[in-house]
C-alpha cells in the first residue's frame, strides 16, 4: 500500500467515523469486466485478514486465490480521485485502469 | 492451434515485442488459440498507419456511394467467413451456437443496411434555405465529414457484432479504424480483419490490435493523432476512457453498463411475460449490457408470475455452447464466475430470498468451464446491492410494486439508463409507463430486440452517444457549415460596418414581387387574379369601420362566388391573439386566400394569417426574420388608406402583450401576391386618417432615403413618393373626392412602402412604435411629429439626401448649401404638416412629459434604429428628440 493510500483511507475511515474492516472484493460496474474495489465491512470468519500501517485488511479466500496480492495506490488529480487497486494475477483486462471509493459493502456504488 | 497475428497497415504482423497470449474456451477452459499481444510500440503503429491512411484520402476521399460498394464488398467476404465466424465465436465467448450461429448473419445485414442508409438516406449535404441570420444573406449549407481515425474498444460477450457496430459507420462515413476487442475474445475481430483485406479496403483503414486494456487504453485515448473514441465497456473504465479523451478534445461515444428494468404489469400476458423477463434475464448467460435484471411485478401477480418463472429457469438447460441442445453456455471466466457467485452472496446477507440457482453447474462429459445456474432472487428492495449494481450473470432480482407510479419510481431509481421492457396487454398503458422510464430503449412486450436502424445507447452512467441507424452515422461525422455571401463587398457587409465609421451599405437587393394594378376599376381584376393565384375560396379581412362603409361588400361582390366569408373583427394596432383568431375562422371556412381590404392593421392581419394558415400554430411562432422558405397562402390587399404600404411591405407588425411592445415578422415571402389601388376604396377615408397615413408614407420615404441601406431604386421610388404627397395631400385634404388624387395619394404609399421594403425606416419609426404600443397614438400621426426632428438629427449624416428631398418637398434650393437644403426639408415637412391639419405636438396627441424618458429607452431598442443614418446608442438623445416634439 502507497503512503498516500493509507493516509487517504485513515482520512475516510476517521471521517465516517466507522470501526470496520477494509474489505477487497470484487465489483461490477458495467458491460464486460469486474474490477477490485473497496468496502468497509465486518471480517467473517473465513478471511485472511492482513494489518497495514495500523489498518486492517480483509479478502475472502476465493477472491484471493483469484486475484493474488494487491497493491493499493491513490490518485487525486482533476477529474481522477481515488484508489487504484492492482493485483497479482489479471482479474481483468483493464486493471490499474479507473479507481473506485471506499463505500460500505452494504451500500451500492461505482 | 491456431495462431493470429495483429493486423496492421493491411499486413498481419507479430507483436513488436514477440509477446503472445493464450486464449480458452470458457466452455472447457482448454487453449484454442494464441495470439500476438499488442503493446504500446503496436498501438503507436496502428495508430500511425490510420492516421496516414486518412491523411492520403483514397478512403476519406472516395464518395459516400464509393465506400458503401466497397463495405459491401466487406460484407461479402463475412459472409465467406460465415460458418467459421460462428464457431470460433461460440467457442471464444461461450455463446450457444444458436445465437452465435445468427451473428455472421447480422453483421453482414448491419453492414448492408447501413450502407444502403449511407448511399440513399443520411444527409451528407444539406441546404439550409433560411439561415436565420437577416444581416448575412447568402449561401448556407452543411456538409458532413468524416472524424479522423477512430479507436473502437469492444468487449467479450459480442465481439464480432459490437465490432461490427463501430466498424460499419465509421467506414462508411470515410474514417480510418484502429479496433481494439476484449483480451478474452479477439479472434473474430481479427477474422473480420481478414475479410477487410480481402474485400480491398485500402491498408491502414482498418487496423486490429490485440492487448489488455490497462496497458494499450491510455495511448488508444490520449494519442494526438486519434480524433474519436468508442468505448463499449464498465463504467468505471468509461469514465477514465472520458476523462483521457478530453485532455486533447476528442469525440466519445461511450456504452457502459445496465441495470434496466423488465416492468410486468398486472395485465400482462403472463406466458408472456415469463418468457420475456427469462429471456430478458438469461439470454447469453445474462452477460448482456441490456439485461432486464431487475423484474419488477404487479403485487397482484406476484406470487403466480414468480412460480412460473422459477418453474421456466429450472427448465433452461445449461451446456457446452456447441451442444446444440443449450440454452445457456458458460460465463466468459473464472473472474466472471467469481464475481457472480459474490454477488450472490452478497444477496442473501442482504435477506433477499434466493429461490432458485445460486450455485455452479457441471456439465456432463465436459471437465471444467465457467457454468452457472439461472438465479432467481425474489424480495428484492430496489437499494439492494443485487438491485443497483450490474452482476453480468444470470441472476435476476424480482421486485414487488403495487402501481405503475411505485413501477416507474422503482425502475428510474438507478444511476443507469440503457435499457427496459414493459409487458402488458394494453399497448397505451404500456407506452405511458416506457415513455416515463429514462432510459435509451424500452421494448414492450419484448425484450433484447437490436435493429439495424434503430438508435441503441444510454441515458445518464450507461452511456453517451448512439450506435446504430443513422445515429451512428453522425456519431462518426463531423458537420461543417459553409457560407458564402449575397455580396462580396466589404462596403456591403453589415456586420463588418460595426468596426467602421462609415455606415452606409453600397449594395442592395430588390426584390419586391407583388404585382399591382392601380386605377379606377382596378377591383374587377380580383376576379382573374384569384384563379390565376390557383384559389377558390376567398376570405375577406377587413374591419367594422370598412364593412359598415361598404367597402366589403364592394369586393365580395366582385369575387362572386369565390368569397366564402368577411371577417371584420380586426381593430387597429391588431395584436398577436388578432391574427389567430382570423386564421381560425380561416380555417373553420377552409379558405384558400385571404383578401385584406383596410389600413395597415388589416392588411398586416391578412399577412399573418398567410402564414399561419399555410403553417400551423400560432402567429407567436413566426415573429422571425427572413426563415420562410416557401410561398404562403396567396394574399391580395387592398388598401383603404394612403399610409403603410403594407400591400406591398415585407413586413407585417403585432403588438405583443408579452414583451410589452410591437413585434414584427419580416419575410419576403409575406409581401402580398397582388395588391389592388382602386382609388374608390380611399374616397370615404376621414380627414384625419387621410392625414396621419400620408404622414406614415411620407415618413416611410424620408427615412428610408435616410437609411444606411438606401440605395438608387429606393431613392426614386421615396423620392417621387414624397412628391407625389406633397402635390396631392392638401387636394384631398380639400377635396375628398378627387380621384386622380386619391390614386396619387395611395401611389405615394405603395412607392414609399417599396422603397422602405429595400432599405428600411430608422429612428422616428423607433420613436413611433413606443408611442404607439405604450399610448394607442395613431402610427402615421406619432410618425409625422417626430419626423422633422429626426431628420435635423440625421442632418450631418444624410445630407445629400435630405438636400433631395427638399427639393421633391417643392423647396428651392437653387444656391443653398448643402447642408441648409437638408434643413430646410424638415422645415418644409412641418409646413406640409401644418397646411393639413396635423397635429405638430406629441403634448397635442396627449403624450404626458414625465413618461418621455422611459419612451426614450424603449425606443432605442427597437430594430427600425438600427438603420438610421445616424447611429443611436444613447437614450439621452432620443429623449431630447422626444422633448422637441412635445
Request: glycine fraction near 10%; aromatic fraction near 8%.
Amino acid at each position: 500500500m502507497e503512503p498516500k493510500a493509507s493516509q487517504a483511507l485513515r482520512s475516510l475511515l476517521a471521517n465516517k467515523g466507522i470501526q470496520k474492516a477494509v474489505r477487497i472484493d470484487l465489483r461490477f460496474s458495467g458491460c464486460c469486466d469486474s474490477s477490485l474495489s473497496l468496502y468497509l465491512d465486518d471480517i467473517s470468519e473465513s478471511d485472511l485478514t492482513c494489518e497495514l500501517d495500523g489498518l486492517k485488511f480483509v479478502i475472502a479466500p476465493e477472491i484471493y486465490q483469484l486475484a493474488g496480492q494487491v497493491s493499493i495506490s491513490y490518485v487525486d488529480e482533476p477529474g481522477k480521485k481515488g484508489f487504484v487497486l492492482r493485483p497479482s494475477k489479471t482479474v481483468g483486462e483493464w486493471d490499474g485502469f479507473g479507481v473506485c471509493d471506499l463505500a460500505r459493502r452494504a451500500e451500492p456504488g461505482v | 492451434m491456431e495462431h493470429y497475428k495483429l493486423f496492421i497497415n493491411g499486413e498481419f504482423v507479430e507483436a513488436e515485442d514477440g509477446r503472445e497470449f493464450e486464449v480458452i474456451d470458457p466452455g472447457t477452459e482448454a487453449p484454442i488459440a494464441t495470439v500476438a499481444q499488442a503493446g504500446k510500440a503496436d498501438a503507436e503503429k496502428a495508430i500511425a498507419a490510420a492516421r496516414k491512411a486518412f491523411d492520403r484520402g483514397d478512403w476519406s476521399g472516395l464518395t459516400p456511394a464509393e465506400r458503401a460498394a466497397k463495405v459491401q464488398d466487406f460484407a461479402d467476404q463475412v459472409k465467406r467467413q460465415g460458418l467459421r465466424l460462428a464457431l470460433t465465436e461460440s467457442m471464444n465467448t461461450g455463446q450457444v451456437i444458436s445465437l452465435a450461429g445468427y451473428m455472421p448473419l447480422l453483421c453482414v445485414g448491419f453492414l448492408r443496411n447501413l450502407s444502403l442508409a449511407a448511399v440513399t438516406k443520411f444527409p451528407w449535404e444539406e441546404e439550409i434555405p433560411a439561415s436565420g441570420n437577416a444581416f448575412a444573406p447568402g449561401r448556407d449549407f452543411i456538409r458532413r465529414e468524416p472524424v479522423g481515425v477512430c479507436v473502437g474498444i469492444v468487449p467479450w460477450n459480442y465481439p464480432m457484432y459490437i465490432a461490427i457496430w463501430k466498424i460499419a459507420p465509421a467506414l462508411l462515413a470515410g474514417n480510418t479504424m484502429v479496433l481494439k476487442p476484449a483480451s478474452y475474445t479477439p479472434l473474430s475481430a481479427l477474422i473480420l480483419a481478414e475479410a477487410a483485406k480481402a474485400a480491398g479496403i485500402p491498408d491502414g483503414v482498418f487496423n486490429v490490435i490485440a492487448g489488455p486494456g490497462g496497458e494499450l487504453g491510455e495511448i488508444l485515448c490520449t494519442h494526438p493523432d486519434v480524433d474519436r473514441v468508442a468505448f463499449t465497456g464498465s463504467t468505471v473504465v468509461g469514465r477514465e476512457v472520458m476523462r483521457m479523451a478530453a485532455t486533447t478534445v476528442k469525440k466519445v461515444t461511450l456504452e457502459l453498463g445496465g441495470k434496466s428494468a423488465n416492468i410486468i404489469l398486472d395485465d400482462a400476458d403472463m406466458d408472456l411475460a415469463v418468457e420475456g423477463a427469462l429471456f430478458g434475464s438469461f439470454f447469453h448467460q445474462g452477460q448482456v449490457c441490456s439485461s432486464g435484471s431487475r423484474v419488477l411485478v404487479s403485487s397482484k401477480i406476484y406470487d403466480e408470475f414468480l412460480d412460473k418463472l422459477v418453474k421456466r429457469a429450472e427448465s433452461i438447460r445449461v451446456g457446452y455452447q456447441l451442444d446444440q441442445t443449450s440454452h445457456m453456455g458458460p460465463l466468459i471466466s473464472k473472474q466472471q464466475l467469481a464475481t457472480v457467485e459474490r454477488y450472490v452472496e452478497l444477496g442473501k446477507a442482504e435477506g433477499a430470498e434466493l429461490v432458485t440457482g445460486g450455485r455452479r453447474v457441471e456439465v456432463k462429459g465436459i471437465k471444467g468451464g465457467f457454468y452457472f445456474a439461472p438465479t432467481i432472487f425474489a424480495r428484492v428492495d430496489n437499494k439492494m446491492r443485487i438491485a443497483q449494481e450490474e452482476i453480468f450473470g444470470p441472476v435476476l432480482c424480482m421486485i414487488k410494486y403495487d402501481d405503475d407510479e411505485e413501477a416507474i419510481a422503482i425502475a428510474n431509481d438507478t444511476m443507469y439508463g440503457l435499457a427496459g421492457g414493459v409487458f402488458s396487454s394494453n399497448t397505451a398503458r404500456a407506452e405511458r409507463v416506457a415513455r416515463a422510464i429514462r432510459t435509451g430503449t424500452m421494448w414492450v412486450n419484448n425484450y433484447h430486440i437490436f435493429s439495424d436502424y434503430c438508435p441503441f445507447g444510454g441515458y445518464k452512467q450507461s452511456g453517451v452517444g448512439r450506435e446504430f441507424g443513422l445515429e451512428s452515422l453522425r456519431e462518426y461525422t463531423q458537420v461543417k457549415r459553409i457560407h458564402v455571401p449575397a455580396m462580396a463587398d466589404h462596403k456591403s457587409n453589415l456586420t463588418f460596418k460595426i468596426m467602421s465609421d462609415d455606415k452606409k451599405i453600397a449594395g442592395f437587393s430588390y426584390n419586391c414581387p407583388t404585382a399591382v394594378v392601380a386605377g379606377h376599376g382596378a377591383l374587377s381584376s380580383i376576379y382573374k387574379w384569384v384563379v390565376d393565384l390557383g384559389c377558390r375560396r376567398a376570405l375577406i379581412l377587413t374591419d367594422p369601420g370598412v364593412n359598415k362603409a361598404g367597402l366589403a361588400q364592394l369586393v365580395k361582390n366582385a369575387l362572386v362566388d369565390f368569397c366564402v366569408g368577411i371577417y371584420d373583427n380586426i381593430s387597429s394596432d391588431p395584436d398577436l391573439g388578432t391574427v389567430d383568431a382570423a386564421t381560425e375562422a380561416a380555417r373553420d371556412l377552409r379558405a384558400d386566400c385571404v383578401v385584406s381590404v383596410g389600413g395597415g392593421s388589416v392588411i398586416d392581419v391578412g399577412k399573418g394569417v398567410c402564414v399561419t394558415l399555410k403553417n400551423g400554430g400560432r402567429m407567436n411562432d413566426y415573429l422571425n426574420f427572413l426563415v420562410l422558405t416557401e410561398p404562403q397562402t396567396p394574399h391580395i390587399a387592398i388598401p383603404t388608406t394612403a399610409g403603410t404600404g403594407s400591400e406591398v411591405t415585407n413586413i407585417a407588425v403585432f403588438t405583443s402583450a408579452g414583451a410589452g411592445r410591437k413585434l414584427f415578422i419580416v419575410d419576403n415571402r409575406i409581401a402580398p401576391n397582388v395588391a389592388i389601388l382602386d382609388p374608390r376604396f380611399t374616397i370615404t377615408l376621414p380627414r384625419d386618417l387621410t392625414v396621419s397615413t400620408a404622414m406614415d408614407a411620407m415618413t416611410h420615404a424620408v427615412e428610408a432615403m435616410m437609411s444606411i441601406l438606401s440605395n438608387q431604386i429606393c431613392d426614386g421610388l421615396a423620392l417621387h413618393a414624397i412628391r407625389l404627397i406633397k402635390e396631392n395631400l392638401p387636394i384631398v385634404v380639400a377635396d375628398g373626392r378627387n380621384e386622380k388624387a386619391r390614386l396619387n395619394m395611395q401611389l405615394a404609399a405603395t412607392m414609399a412602402g417599396w422603397a422602405f421594403t429595400m432599405a428600411q425606416v430608422g429612428l422616428a419609426h423607433g420613436m413611433a412604435h413606443t408611442l404607439g404600443t405604450e399610448l394607442h397614438i395613431p402610427h402615421g400621426a406619432a410618425c409625422g411629429i417626430v419626423l422633422p426632428k429626426v431628420m435635423r438629427y440625421n442632418v450631418d449624416h444624410a445630407t445629400d439626401k435630405l438636400a433631395l428631398v427638399a427639393q421633391a418637398l417643392g423647396v428651392n434650393t437653387a444656391g443653398m448649401k448643402q447642408r441648409d437644403a437638408a434643413l430646410a426639408a424638415a422645415d418644409a415637412v412641418e409646413a406640409l404638416m401644418k397646411e393639413v391639419g396635423h397635429p405638430m405636438r406629441l403634448r397635442d396627441v396627449g403624450v404626458s412629459e414625465d413618461s418621455l424618458p422611459v419612451y426614450a429607452l424603449h425606443a432605442l431598442g427597437d430594430t427600425a434604429v438600427i438603420f438610421n443614418a445616424r447611429l443611436v446608442t444613447n437614450p439621452n438623445d432620443i429623449l431630447e428628440l422626444y422633448k422637441q416634439a412635445y
